[in-house]
C-alpha cells in the first residue's frame, strides 16, 4: 500500500467502516464521559534474520483492528476487536458506555488540528523486492568474514513495518497519521588464538524506507562498527569495582538517562505519587548545566510522531531545564487531572491497548565542555561508551547497567578496555552528581524500544559525552 492512500480512504473508502455511522457510535460511546476515542490502525511488518550464512527465519504479517476508549474521572472502559465493522463496533460501544461513574463533568478538550508529517507516507515494504532484502543479509555475512580472520559467526536482521493509524473523538475530531519504521541489525563473534570468544553488534534504523541502509557506505559501516566493538571486547580486562568518576561516551548511553530518569518523569508515576520526581515541579533535581528534552517532531527518527497516539500532536518538551524540573510527559487522561496541557506523550504499543504517558526522544542538551577535556579531568576512573541490558526500579530511580564497552581511564588519559563493568545508582541522585556536560551531542542509531506496563514502543535516545562524579562500579577487580 505505497499509492499515496489516506487513512481515510483506507479505513472508510476502502475498508468494512461507514463513515457517518462510525462518527455516531463514537458520540453515543463518549456521551457524558470526560475523554476517550476511537483508534483505527492497519499494520503491516516484514523480517529477515541470517545466522552463520543461512537465512533463518523471514515473515510477514498484516493486522488490523480498533480500540475504542471512554474515560470517566481516572476510570477507563475500554474495548478492542480485530474485526472492523459496524456490528463489533456496536458492540464495543455499548461496553465502555457502562463505565460513568467518577466523571469529573469537564469534557477534555478535542487535541488542536495539525497537517503536519514528520515522514514518508510511502510502505517500505512495497518499495524495495524481496531478493534485495535477502542479498543484503548475505553481502554483510560475506563481507564482515572477508574483514577479519577472527570472525567465527555472523548475525544480521532486517525489518519493517507500515502503520496506518486514524482517531476519531466525540464532535467530529478526526486525524490520521501513517507510520513507516525500518531497522538493521548486524551482530559479530570473534574469536582469538585461546578461543576466547566476543561479541560485538551495531544497529540502526528510523521512519524512513529501505534505501537508505541498502547503500553500500551504510551496512558496511555497521559492520565494521559491530566488528570493532567485537576485536575491542577481545582484548579487554577485568573492570575495576568502587565508587569513582564515571565518563559516560555520547548517543547511545542516553538510554541510561531513558530509564533511569525519564520513566520518572512520566505524568501517571507523578500524578499517583509513586515517582521520585513527585510534587518536583520548580525545584532543582539536577546539577546546573543539565537540560534533559524529549523531542517527538525531529524528522524521521525512530521515536517521533506526526500525532501521538490520542490524537495530539507531538511538541519538544524541555522536562528539565538547567538542572530545574519543569514538568511532566502528559497523556490526556493524566494531565487532564493534574490539571495540566497535554504533551503528546500519549501512546500505545497497538489497537488492543490503550494510551499512557511515554517517552518519544529523550536526550540531554550539549553543554560547553569539550570531551577531551572532561576525559583528561579523570585521575582515574571509568569511560562508558556502549550499554547492554539493565533493571531499574521506576519508584525509585535505583539502577544496574552493565557496558558493553568501557575502558579505564588513569591519569587523565584513555587506556585499556574493561569487561564486566556495572554501574549502580540512583537515576535522580546521579543527576546532582553530573559535573560536566560535554559540547558533542548525538543521538542513537536508531534502534531504542522502550517496554513499561506490558507495552513496547519505539523510541529514541541521545546525550553529549558525561562526566558522573562518584558512581559505584561493579566488577571483578579491585579498585585502585
Given at each position: 500500500?505505497?499509492?499515496?492512500?489516506?487513512?481515510?480512504?483506507?479505513?472508510?473508502?476502502?475498508?468494512?467502516?461507514?463513515?457517518?455511522?462510525?462518527?455516531?457510535?463514537?458520540?453515543?460511546?463518549?456521551?457524558?464521559?470526560?475523554?476517550?476515542?476511537?483508534?483505527?490502525?492497519?499494520?503491516?511488518?516484514?523480517?529477515?534474520?541470517?545466522?552463520?550464512?543461512?537465512?533463518?527465519?523471514?515473515?510477514?504479517?498484516?493486522?488490523?483492528?480498533?480500540?475504542?476508549?471512554?474515560?470517566?474521572?481516572?476510570?477507563?472502559?475500554?474495548?478492542?476487536?480485530?474485526?472492523?465493522?459496524?456490528?463489533?463496533?456496536?458492540?464495543?460501544?455499548?461496553?465502555?458506555?457502562?463505565?460513568?461513574?467518577?466523571?469529573?463533568?469537564?469534557?477534555?478538550?478535542?487535541?488542536?488540528?495539525?497537517?503536519?508529517?514528520?515522514?514518508?507516507?510511502?510502505?517500505?515494504?512495497?518499495?524495495?523486492?524481496?531478493?534485495?532484502?535477502?542479498?543484503?543479509?548475505?553481502?554483510?555475512?560475506?563481507?564482515?568474514?572477508?574483514?577479519?580472520?577472527?570472525?567465527?559467526?555472523?548475525?544480521?536482521?532486517?525489518?519493517?513495518?507500515?502503520?496506518?493509524?486514524?482517531?476519531?473523538?466525540?464532535?467530529?475530531?478526526?486525524?490520521?497519521?501513517?507510520?513507516?519504521?525500518?531497522?538493521?541489525?548486524?551482530?559479530?563473534?570473534?574469536?582469538?588464538?585461546?578461543?576466547?570468544?566476543?561479541?560485538?553488534?551495531?544497529g540502526m534504523g528510523g521512519r524512513v524506507g529501505y534505501d537508505g541502509l541498502l547503500e553500500e557506505g551504510t551496512w558496511k559501516g555497521?559492520?565494521?562498527?559491530?566488528?570493532?566493538?567485537?576485536?575491542?571486547?577481545?582484548?579487554?580486562?577485568?573492570?575495576?569495582?568502587?565508587?569513582?568518576?564515571?565518563?559516560?561516551?555520547?548517543?547511545?548511553?542516553?538510554?541510561?538517562?531513558?530509564?533511569?530518569?525519564?520513566?520518572?518523569?512520566?505524568?501517571?508515576?507523578?500524578?499517583?505519587?509513586?515517582?521520585?520526581?513527585?510534587?518536583?515541579?520548580?525545584?532543582?533535581?539536577?546539577?546546573?548545566?543539565?537540560?534533559?528534552?524529549?523531542?517527538?517532531?525531529?524528522?524521521?527518527?525512530?521515536?517521533?510522531?506526526?500525532?501521538?497516539?490520542?490524537?495530539?500532536?507531538?511538541?519538544?518538551?524541555?522536562?528539565?531545564?538547567?538542572?530545574?524540573?519543569?514538568?511532566?510527559?502528559?497523556?490526556?487522561?493524566?494531565?487532564?487531572?493534574?490539571?495540566?496541557?497535554?504533551?503528546?506523550?500519549?501512546?500505545?504499543?497497538?489497537?488492543?491497548?490503550?494510551?499512557?504517558?511515554?517517552?518519544?526522544?529523550?536526550?540531554?542538551?550539549?553543554?560547553?565542555?569539550?570531551?577531551?577535556?572532561?576525559?583528561?579531568?579523570?585521575?582515574?576512573?571509568?569511560?562508558?561508551?556502549?550499554?547492554?541490558?539493565?533493571?531499574?526500579?521506576?519508584?525509585?530511580?535505583?539502577?544496574?547497567?552493565?557496558?558493553?564497552?568501557?575502558?579505564?581511564?588513569?591519569?587523565?588519559?584513555?587506556?585499556?578496555?574493561?569487561?564486566?563493568?556495572?554501574?549502580?545508582?540512583?537515576?535522580?541522585?546521579?543527576?546532582?552528581?553530573?559535573?560536566?556536560?560535554?559540547?558533542?551531542?548525538?543521538?542513537?542509531?536508531?534502534?531504542?524500544?522502550?517496554?513499561?506496563?506490558?507495552?513496547?514502543?519505539?523510541v529514541g535516545v541521545g546525550q553529549p559525552t558525561l562526566k558522573v562524579d562518584g558512581l559505584t562500579v561493579g566488577g571483578t577487580a579491585?579498585?585502585?
Amino acid at each position: 500500500m505505497a499509492d499515496g492512500i489516506t487513512t481515510d480512504e483506507l479505513f472508510f473508502e476502502r475498508g468494512g467502516l461507514d463513515k457517518e455511522e462510525t462518527k455516531r457510535m463514537v458520540d453515543h460511546a463518549l456521551e457524558g464521559a470526560d475523554d476517550g476515542e476511537l483508534f483505527l490502525e492497519y499494520r503491516q511488518g516484514e523480517s529477515f534474520s541470517l545466522d552463520d550464512g543461512r537465512i533463518r527465519s523471514a515473515s510477514f504479517d498484516a493486522s488490523q483492528g480498533f480500540g475504542l476508549r471512554s474515560v470517566s474521572g481516572e476510570a477507563i472502559g475500554f474495548a478492542h476487536s480485530t474485526t472492523l465493522d459496524q456490528g463489533a463496533l456496536k458492540r464495543a460501544a455499548e461496553t465502555v458506555r457502562a463505565v460513568r461513574s467518577g466523571a469529573s463533568g469537564t469534557v477534555a478538550e478535542a487535541p488542536r488540528a495539525t497537517n503536519r508529517s514528520l515522514y514518508t507516507p510511502d510502505n517500505p515494504l512495497d518499495l524495495v523486492p524481496f531478493n534485495a532484502k535477502v542479498d543484503l543479509l548475505a553481502k554483510i555475512d560475506a563481507f564482515a568474514r572477508s574483514r577479519e580472520s577472527k570472525v567465527v559467526q555472523v548475525m544480521a536482521s532486517l525489518s519493517g513495518s507500515w502503520q496506518a493509524v486514524r482517531i476519531l473523538r466525540a464532535g467530529g475530531m478526526e486525524a490520521g497519521d501513517i507510520r513507516p519504521l525500518v531497522r538493521l541489525n548486524v551482530s559479530v563473534v570473534v574469536q582469538d588464538a585461546n578461543g576466547r570468544r566476543e561479541t560485538g553488534g551495531h544497529g540502526m534504523g528510523g521512519r524512513v524506507g529501505y534505501d537508505g541502509l541498502l547503500e553500500e557506505g551504510t551496512w558496511k559501516g555497521a559492520v565494521d562498527e559491530a566488528l570493532r566493538q567485537a576485536l575491542v571486547a577481545l582484548e579487554s580486562a577485568d573492570s575495576p569495582a568502587g565508587e569513582m568518576p564515571v565518563v559516560l561516551g555520547p548517543g547511545w548511553p542516553g538510554i541510561l538517562l531513558h530509564e533511569a530518569i525519564g520513566h520518572g518523569l512520566e505524568g501517571d508515576g507523578n500524578r499517583k505519587g509513586t515517582s521520585a520526581f513527585s510534587n518536583g515541579v520548580g525545584k532543582r533535581v539536577a546539577a546546573k548545566g543539565v537540560t534533559i528534552v524529549d523531542d517527538g517532531t525531529l524528522q524521521d527518527r525512530r521515536g517521533s510522531l506526526s500525532i501521538d497516539d490520542e490524537g495530539t500532536p507531538t511538541q519538544r518538551n524541555v522536562i528539565i531545564e538547567d538542572g530545574i524540573l519543569t514538568g511532566y510527559l502528559q497523556d490526556r487522561l493524566n494531565a487532564r487531572l493534574m490539571g495540566v496541557a497535554p504533551t503528546g506523550n500519549g501512546r500505545r504499543q497497538s489497537h488492543a491497548h490503550h494510551p499512557i504517558p511515554r517517552m518519544t526522544n529523550t536526550f540531554m542538551l550539549a553543554g560547553e565542555h569539550d570531551p577531551a577535556e572532561i576525559i583528561a579531568s579523570v585521575k582515574r576512573g571509568i569511560y562508558a561508551v556502549n550499554f547492554g541490558g539493565g533493571q531499574v526500579d521506576t519508584t525509585s530511580g535505583k539502577f544496574v547497567f552493565s557496558t558493553t564497552e568501557a575502558y579505564l581511564i588513569e591519569d587523565g588519559k584513555i587506556g585499556a578496555p574493561v569487561k564486566g563493568a556495572t554501574l549502580i545508582g540512583n537515576g535522580p541522585d546521579v543527576l546532582t552528581r553530573v559535573s560536566m556536560v560535554g559540547n558533542d551531542l548525538e543521538l542513537d542509531p536508531g534502534v531504542g524500544t522502550c517496554g513499561k506496563d506490558g507495552q513496547g514502543v519505539p523510541v529514541g535516545v541521545g546525550q553529549p559525552t558525561l562526566k558522573v562524579d562518584g558512581l559505584t562500579v561493579g566488577g571483578t577487580a579491585v579498585a585502585a
